[in-house]
C-alpha cells in the first residue's frame, strides 16, 4: 500500500552541494552565506531587514522585544493557531486576547475591534494555511486605532495581497523554516523582516545576547544566531520558492476539481489574496471517520489545529469567552496531503479515496 504523507520535502545534489561547501568553509555561525541569505529574503518579501533566526517562534519573540511590548500590554492574536503565536506574546510577558475567526480561518477584523482596551499595543494576525488574512480589514483597524501590525507569516511564504507579498504590509513580519513549510532550511530557523530600521537593528541585538560588539551588551538578548548550513540550504530554495508555490496551488486546483460536489467545506481563495496553500484543510462534522478511513489506505492526514489558543491549558485562565466560530471549525477540520513534492497521481489518489468515503 502506497503511503502519501501530509508533506514531504526534498533533498537533491544542489542542497548536499550547498552544504558541503559550507563544511568547507569551516564558518558556521552568522557568516557570508547567512548574509546572503538575509539581503535575498529582504528583497523577496520586499522590505529593508531581514534578520535570520533560530524558529518562527524566536522571530515572533525577536519583533515583540523590538517593539518594546512590557507586561500587561494586550496583544489581538486570533485563538486558531499554532500555539507558537500565543506563546510569544505570553513570553514578552503581554497579554494575548484572543480573536474569533472569519469565513477564511483567519482573525476577524469586527471582534478584533470590540476586543480593544486601553491596554492594547498591537496585532497579531496569522495568514493561515497559506492564505492572507484580511489585510484590508486589520490594516484599517491598525491606523484607526493606533496600534501596530505584526505578520505572522509562518505558513505564507510567498502569500500575497493585491500583488503585494505577505511580510511587507506590518511593522514587522516572522517566517518561519520548519521543515514542513513552504520555505524550509532542513531544520529550525526563521526570519523576523521589517522596513523600520530601528526594529531591524534591535532584533539583530537581540538575537545576540544583545550586544553592540564583542565585549558590551546594551540589553539582555537571547542566543537565538542562525548557522551557515541551514543559511546554504534557504540560498537554494528560496530560489525554487515561487516555482514550488505555483506548483502548490496546481494540486490545490486538483483537488477542488477531484473534490468537487461532495458534502464537504474546500478551502477558497479570498478576494485580493493569492494562496499558497501551506496545507489543504477541508472541514466535515465526519472528520474523524474520514481520517481513519484515509488512514487505512495509506494516507496521512492531520488536524491543524484541535485545541484553540483560548482553550490551551497554559493560558486558558486568561480566557473565560467562547469563540462561537473558532470552536466550530476546530471539530471539523481535516488537513489532507500537500506540498511540492506531491505528485498528481497522488492527489487523485486522496481525493478518489474521500470520494469513495462518501459514497461518491
Ligand atoms: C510554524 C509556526 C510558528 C512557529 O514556527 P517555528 O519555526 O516552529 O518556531 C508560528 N506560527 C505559525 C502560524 C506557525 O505555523
Known amino acids: 500500500m502506497t503511503a502519501i504523507p501530509l508533506s514531504r520535502p526534498s533533498v537533491d545534489d544542489e542542497i548536499k552541494r550547498a552544504v558541503e561547501a559550507v563544511l568547507d568553509s569551516r564558518r558556521y555561525i552568522l557568516g557570508p552565506e547567512c548574509k546572503a541569505f538575509e539581503a535575498e529574503l529582504a528583497r523577496y518579501v520586499g522590505v529593508e531587514h531581514a534578520v535570520l533566526t533560530s524558529s518562527g517562534t524566536a522571530a515572533l519573540w525577536l519583533a515583540l522585544r523590538a517593539l518594546g511590548v512590557k507586561a500587561g500590554d494586550e496583544i489581538l492574536v486570533p ?6 503565536t500565543v506563546e510569544a506574546v505570553c513570553s514578552v510577558e503581554a497579554t494575548p486576547v484572543f480573536v474569533d475567526v472569519d469565513a477564511w480561518y483567519t482573525a476577524d477584523p469586527t471582534d478584533m475591534a470590540a476586543k480593544i482596551t486601553p491596554r492594547t499595543v498591537g496585532v497579531l494576525p496569522v495568514h493561515l494555511y497559506g492564505q492572507p488574512c484580511d489585510l484590508a480589514g486589520v490594516g484599517d483597524l491598525a491606523v484607526r486605532y493606533g496600534l501596530w501590525l505584526v505578520e505572522d507569516c ?3 511564504h510567498g502569500a500575497a495581497w493585491d500583488g503585494r507579498r505577505v511580510g511587507s504590509f506590518g511593522r514587522a513580519a516572522a517566517f518561519s523554516f520548519y521543515p ?11 526570519v523576523l523582516v521589517t522596513s523600520d530600521d530601528e526594529i531591524g537593528a534591535r532584533a539583530r541585538r537581540l538575537r545576540d545576547h544583545g550586544r553592540l560588539n564583542k565585549d558590551v551588551h546594551a540589553e539582555i538578548g537571547f542566543n537565538l544566531r542562525f548557522n551557515e548550513i541551514q543559511a546554504a540550504v534557504g540560498r537554494v530554495l528560496l530560489r525554487r520558492l515561487d516555482r514550488m508555490n505555483d506548483r502548490r496551488r496546481e494540486l490545490a486546483a486538483r483537488y477542488a476539481d477531484r473534490l468537487a460536489g461532495l ?13 499558497v496553500y501551506h496545507l489543504y484543510v477541508v472541514r466535515t462534522p465526519r472528520r474523524a471517520e474520514l481520517a481513519t478511513f484515509l488512514e487505512a489506505r495509506g494516507i496521512q ?11 490551551q491549558p497554559a493560558v486558558e485562565h486568561l480566557a473565560a469567552e467562547s469563540l462561537p466560530e473558532t470552536e466550530r471549525v476546530v471539530d471539523e477540520v481535516l488537513t489532507l496531503p500537500i506540498s511540492a513534492g506531491h505528485t498528481g497521481a497522488e492527489i487523485d489518489e486522496v481525493a478518489r479515496a474521500v470520494r469513495e468515503f462518501f459514497g461518491g
Request: hydrophobic share 30%; with cysteine.
Open 79 to 84: 485563538a486558531h493557531t499554532a500555539f507558537p
Open 154 to 156: 509562518c505558513q505564507a
Open 180 to 190: 514542513s513549510k513552504n520555505l524550509t532550511v532542513m531544520g529550525d530557523g526563521g
Open 263 to 275: 458534502p464537504l467545506v474546500l478551502p477558497s481563495e479570498r478576494p485580493h489574496a493569492r494562496h
Open 301 to 311: 492526514t492531520g488536524i491543524h489545529y484541535p485545541v484553540p489558543g483560548h482553550r
